[in-house]
């Protein structure tokens, strides 16, 4: 059973900076593609980013291209989400998400849940401004 585990959530000031991490365990093989989602209160759930098995393929919502930055350390199992230029429209819950055997190439458009399998409980992010 794959399990995955968010940290580096916290408290920042608009324009600052956080790193998620999400720590992947219960794989059999290195064959996942992995996202990144976040939900406000109130609002529905958002795909943020994905990458793709190799790491060399990312896709980002508009709202956040060009601050943040996907990517992963297969080594270790890790999935890393880098936020700069922070926003206090990016406070939510942060969540990260892995689909087994994973073909770029056959997900939908967009970074969208339904393309996933997998998911960890989450890990806070509040921007003040």
């Known amino acids: 059973q794959v399990q995955l585990v968010e940290s580096g959530g916290g408290s920042v000031q608009a324009g600052g900076s956080l790193r998620l991490s999400c720590a992947a365990s219960g794989y059999t093989s290195n064959n996942y593609c992995m996202g990144w989602f976040r939900q406000a209160p109130g609002k529905e759930r958002e795909g943020v980013a994905r990458?793709?098995?190799?790491?060399?393929?990312?896709a980002y919502a508009d709202s956040v291209k060009g601050r943040f930055t996907i990517s992963k350390d297969s080594a270790k199992s890790t999935l890393y989400l880098q936020m700069n230029s922070l926003k206090p429209e990016d406070t939510a819950w942060y969540y990260c998400?892995?689909?087994?055997?994973?073909?770029?190439?056959?997900?939908?458009?967009?970074?969208?849940?339904?393309?996933?399998?997998?998911w960890g409980q989450g890990t806070q992010v509040t921007v003040s401004s």
């Open positions: 998400a892995a689909r087994q055997n994973c073909d770029w190439y056959r997900l939908r458009q967009g970074i969208d849940g339904a393309d996933f399998d997998y």
């Open positions: 990458i793709s098995i190799s790491g060399v393929g990312t």
